[in-house]
């Protein structure tokens, strides 16, 4: 991955440490199905200091108000939300895919670029008036991450701050996002 200067600049580590990291990150082509590029963060998350240096990364960047609250879209926003609220020194909530979570739950059905979903909470984790940091791994359309804002609120809390490790730009996902802060650490071609 070749980095922009906005990049380096949003990741605040040095134009070198920058590059080692993102180049850990694979694109896999036509994964999951044809015309799909799959942003694969698991070597990323395999080596410690990189992982240390994207959550800091993401610490730093929080923008808005003091977070009470992390909450993270599965899978993947489970491997970054929880270590980024233990920088924070907040709490963190995953929001699950259907099924998964006992009763009571909130939840939403949201289109994605290949399919439908439903994202699920326990609203009693997800206190009224909390001020929460929602994070996921890749901004692609914005649908995903729509959803999430949507179900958080639902639940009577206030999202200050949506952050994302990797921003296909050429999607538009911030579009779905429109009025919100939005954070991602380095964007990548469509």
Do not use: N
Request: proline share 6%; net charge negative; hydrophobic share 50%.
């Amino acid at each position: 991955m070749t980095l922009e200067a906005r990049d380096v600049a949003r990741s605040g580590l040095s134009t070198r440490r920058a590059s080692e990291v993102a180049g850990l990150v694979r694109a896999v082509p036509d994964f999951p199905e044809a015309g799909v590029t799959f942003q694969d963060i698991t070597p990323l998350l395999a080596d410690g200091e990189a992982l240390h240096d994207v959550v800091r990364s993401l610490a730093r960047s929080v923008s808005g108000p003091q977070v009470d609250l992390v909450v993270g879209m599965e899978a993947r926003g489970f491997l970054l939300g929880a270590p980024l609220a233990i920088e924070l020194g907040v709490g963190f909530v995953p929001l699950r895919k259907e099924g998964k979570l006992p009763p009571p739950v909130e939840a939403v059905t949201y289109d994605l670029e290949y399919g439908s979903a439903r994202l699920e909470v326990r609203s009693a984790t997800v206190p009224a008036g909390a001020r929460v940091l929602v994070i996921d791994d890749v901004l692609a359309t914005g649908g995903t991450a729509a959803a999430a804002v949507d179900l958080v609120e639902r639940c009577g809390a206030e999202v200050v701050d949506v952050q994302f490790l990797l921003e296909i730009d050429a999607l538009a996902g911030r579009e779905a996002l429109a009025g919100r802060a939005v954070t991602s650490l380095w964007g990548v071609p469509a």
